[in-house]
Nanobody, 111 residues
């Protein structure tokens, strides 16, 4: 089993920035592809960004140019800039092809 702990969320004004962190209990070699997902109230969980090893692989169209995913040892990060109210959601990190999810971290962007 893997432990996933997300942190770094909070309340920010539109146009602001946040950096989310995900601490994992396993190394990159165990879960080479990690994803950041988010779920807004009343909506389905959606993929935000994927990273394989240390190479960003994919971003949702809605966050391209504003979000950057990175990875270092057992940590996965999501740098979010120029935040918009529609980015408000609970953000989760998730190792692909597993059933493991963290508790998530709330991001709220005010207009």
């Amino acid at each position: 089993q893997v432990q996933l702990v997300e942190s770094g969320g909070g309340l920010v004004q539109a146009g602001g920035s946040l950096r989310l962190s995900c601490a994992t209990s396993r190394s990159i070699s165990t879960y080479p592809t990690m994803g950041w997902y988010r779920q807004a109230p009343g909506k389905q969980r959606e993929l935000v960004a994927l990273i394989t090893n240390t190479v960003p692989m994919n971003y949702a169209d809605s966050v391209k140019g504003r979000f950057t995913v990175s990875r270092d040892k057992n940590m996965v990060y999501l740098q979010m800039s120029n935040l918009k109210p529609e980015d408000t959601a609970v953000y989760y990190c998730h190792p692909l092809r597993t059933d493991y999810w963290g508790q998530g971290t709330q991001v709220t962007v005010s207009s």
